[in-house]
């Protein structure tokens, strides 16, 4: 199994998952990035999800992957791009355990501890940005690196 990655920057690894993962080819693509975490390598490792579907074994995948990482004292942040992607990701409740972004800057951020700036994440249903100015008189909305996180979230709603 070949999998896309590279250096971000010295800091970031990032490695591409464009395929499915499934029964076939779980263990070799967790072989293959767990051969790209080095003991003296990136401090951090971002996964990119190239694909919309997301198998309970690609979640598992992702959360062996992510405890080896922090085993050799490197974080882990996933890119997930497509919507359904994240709506599985949030329903299984792993926004947070997995640092999950919408972007590569995204990522980035996450794998900092950071939450992605009001450029990266944007409220679908009123068009502003997340992090804007609110109405007048409305409370001012959570800040901090689990923030848009730490509210229940539902496949589908935003």
Known sequence: MFLLSYHLDAAHLVV??????DLDNEAAIEREILRLLPCCGPRAIVVDLRTPLLT??????????RDQAEERGVSMAVVAGHDKAREVLGAAGLHRVLRVAATLPGAEL???GCRPGPETVHNAKSGRRRGAPSAAGAPPRPV????????PRFPGER
């Open 16 to 21: 591409e998952l464009a395929d499915v993962v």
């Open 56 to 65: 309970p074994r690609g979640l598992g995948l992702l959360l062996r992957v």
């Open 110 to 112: 996450r794998s900092r």
């Open 144 to 151: 901090g690196p689990h923030a848009d996180t730490s509210r």
